[in-house]
């Protein structure tokens, strides 16, 4: 690249014939003379390719944010993608590590951040979770239910109902939960939910 920008600039040969030339791209080389007539004039020397990717976590940070996403989501609160973003901000933050100034603008970290994020982390993804009360997340357990079950066979035995005589009139259409929106959980998982109180 430096060659090549040298021949453009002591022998006046034109980008274009030179990239060919050289067999670069005529828009790396224009821009590579663009800086190095800056450095002769006072700059820094010019960088030519791409700068390195820059992570925010490193692997052991990024596995404790996705174990504690997962957590979230075993225990019925799922975390968002926006929800999920802020929280990286703030984990930078509680980290004291170098986080990009946007992140601080915006109080969260980028999409494409997060889109990289589960990339990363294969066990995660976006899951749209079934809806459950707090009541029924918590009262729905086998000691409840087998006493349930108990009371339910006395009342039977004792009034000798048929199935015909037996109606189901829990679906009366009013809900009490709201249908939530889309969360972060374990990939694969298929018994999970997401309550509200």
């Known amino acids: 690249m430096k060659q090549a920008a040298e021949i453009c600039i002591k022998e006046s040969k034109s980008i274009r014939s030179v990239a060919k030339d050289f067999d670069i791209c005529h828009v790396s080389l224009t821009r590579f003379i663009i800086k190095l007539k800056a ?17 925010i976590f490193d692997s052991c940070q990024e596995t404790m944010l996705s ?15 926006k929800d999920v973003r802020q929280l990286a901000h703030e984990f930078g933050i509680k980290l004291n590590i170098k986080i990009p100034t946007y992140w601080t603008e915006n109080r ?26 707090l009541s029924r997340a918590i009262n729905f357990n086998p000691v409840n239910v087998n006493i349930f079950m108990d009371k339910y066979d006395c009342q039977l035995n004792k009034y000798k109902f048929e199935a015909h005589q037996i109606f189901n009139l829990d679906e009366t259409g009013i809900t009490t939960v709201q249908n939530p929106g889309k969360v972060v959980a374990q990939k694969g998982k298929k018994d999970w939910c997401c309550h509200f109180g």
């Not at 997060?114 to 749209?128: D, E, M, P, V, Y």
């Open 39 to 55: 450095m002769k004039l006072g700059g820094s020397p010019p960088k030519c390719g791409y700068r390195p990717h820059t992570r």
């Open 108 to 133: 969260s970290a980028g999409v494409d951040w997060f889109k990289n994020f589960l990339k990363r982390n294969s066990t995660l993804s976006i899951r749209q979770p079934e809806s459950t009360s």
């Open 67 to 81: 174990n504690y996403l997962k957590n979230c989501a075993d225990m019925y609160f799922g975390l968002s993608s």
